[in-house]
């Protein structure tokens, strides 16, 4: 049996048990939607994936606009009922009497929840923080990281904005040294990009920056590789999850690398404001805290979450959206986004000049994709998918990178992406 499914029978008869707990699983949705779970259960990954009474009960499970069509989902999840119902029940809480039921009752979660995001991430609690976002925790490497002037960072122009932006601002500040990588995305071969990599490592490179999944197309680049690359050469790995973890099937020591830091609002599902920063064991003295702590240069991983008051109500229901991703299943919701993927653009392809400009092969992608329509700006068609069909979609200007994101969610049924479809083919139909 598979660590995942240990850990998704685990979690779903844990669930199960404290259904009366959390009111959404007493609900008539959520007492179906644990039924169907039930008789799903063997159910393998990918035949589950294109069974639309499954995913409609999935669906079920969220307040999403009954109307409009959300393909935005890479810039942040919706939340489950369950988690919502979460949030707000210990805010209510914290508002009776915010010192004592914020740092006396629900702070006793902390460590619970920081073993639950451990297990979830396949590594030890003391490697993990609870923060607030992808930002926060990938900064805190990038200024925390003892590094002088002359040391030379390698990255790519197509990470993600922040993250150009810290480096750049240690560059300027302390003289460290960027060597800037350029791909041409789609790449479908992992040995390009990551040799890439390698004939930019110097003798003075001590950071390798690689974003697991470029947001822009949804490409994934082969970390695991590039940090065997770096490590060899004793040169650091940090990784940006923002879109991998929770979307892709993994666990964070099997990419090798030293730190990574993910947002629990991306595809966890957890509240708005939630983050993780994972930092290898031997990593974690020689990092120095972005909010300071008294002894900077401690092993202890809770060094990084001396932040000051926050909501401990956001903090606290990451736990239900640990409980909702375990239930769903991790490999199911994986397989579940390369075919809704897969399923409006091979349709898409039959319309004339579309343009698919991230990796068909499931391998070197995941549910993010990036098109455009040969001779449209991508403004004026994703303003026209909103205006006319109600699909909300991002167009895209980075770099060289150029066309409309489309990212779907584990709530989106064939017929929202037909929506899209429809939309794409009528523009397409009125530019002949
Ligand atoms: C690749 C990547 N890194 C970092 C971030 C920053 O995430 P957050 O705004 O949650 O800090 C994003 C956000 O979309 C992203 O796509």
Redesign the pocket.
């Known amino acids: 049996m598979s660590t995942n499914r240990r850990k998704f029978l685990r979690t779903l008869a844990g669930t199960v048990g404290l259904a009366g707990a959390a009111p959404f699983y007493s609900s008539a949705q959520g007492e179906c939607l644990l039924e169907t779970l039930r008789l799903y259960q063997d159910v393998p990954a990918g035949q589950l994936a294109g069974d639309e009474t499954f995913w409609r009960q999935v669906k079920l499970a969220y307040s999403v606009s009954p109307t409009i069509v959300n393909l935005n989902n890479?810039?942040?999840s919706p939340q489950p009922v369950v988690v919502q119902e979460a949030v707000e029940r210990y805010n209510r809480m914290s508002n009776e009497m915010p010192t004592y039921y914020m740092w006396r009752v629900l702070d006793k979660g902390r460590e619970p929840l920081r073993a639950r995001l451990a297990a979830l991430a396949g590594c030890s609690p003391e490697e993990i923080a609870i923060n607030?976002?992808?930002?926060?925790?990938?900064e805190t490497v990038i200024f925390g990281l003892p590094l002088q002037a002359g040391d030379e960072v390698v990255l790519t122009r197509q990470?993600?904005?922040?993250?150009i932006n810290a480096w750049k601002q240690r560059e300027k500040r302390d003289g460290i040294v960027l060597k800037w990588l350029s791909f041409d995305f789609p790449i479908e071969d992992d040995n390009r990009i990551v040799e890439a990599f390698a004939s930019a490592f110097t003798a003075r490179t001590k950071v390798a920056h690689v974003?697991?999944?470029?947001?822009?197309n949804g490409q994934v680049l082969p970390a695991r590789k590039i940090a065997q690359e770096a490590r060899r050469r004793g040169i650091g790995v940090l990784v940006?999850?923002?879109?991998s973890f929770c979307q892709l099937d993994f666990d964070i020591p099997e990419l090798e690398c030293d730190y990574f830091?993910?947002?629990l609002?991306?595809w966890l599902g957890a509240p708005f404001?939630s983050?993780m920063l994972y930092v290898r064991q031997e990593k974690i003295t020689d990092l120095y805290p972005l909010f300071a702590a008294p002894e900077p240069d401690s092993s202890d991983i809770r060094k990084f979450e001396h932040l000051g008051t926050r909501s401990f109500a956001i903090e606290q229901a990451i736990a239900q959206a640990i409980d909702f991703h375990l239930m769903i299943g991790p490999e199911r919701k994986q397989e579940r986004l390369r075919y809704l993927k897969r399923y409006w653009v091979e349709e898409a392809r039959k319309i004339p000049g579309f343009r698919l400009h991230s990796p068909a092969h499931p391998a070197y992608g995941c549910g993010i994709a990036l098109f455009s329509l040969e001779g449209v700006k991508n403004q004026e068609l994703g303003d026209y998918l909103f205006r006319s069909h109600q699909v909300h979609t991002v167009p895209i200007e980075w770099e060289n990178i150029s066309g409309i994101r489309v990212t779907p969610n584990v709530y989106t049924l064939p017929e929202d992406l037909g929506r899209l479809l429809e939309g794409i083919r009528e523009y397409a139909e009125t530019r002949r």
């Open positions: 890479g810039g942040v607030r976002n992808t930002s926060e925790a990938l990470d993600y904005p922040n993250m974003t697991h999944v470029i947001n822009w940006d999850g923002a879109h830091g993910t947002s609002h991306k404001g983050g």
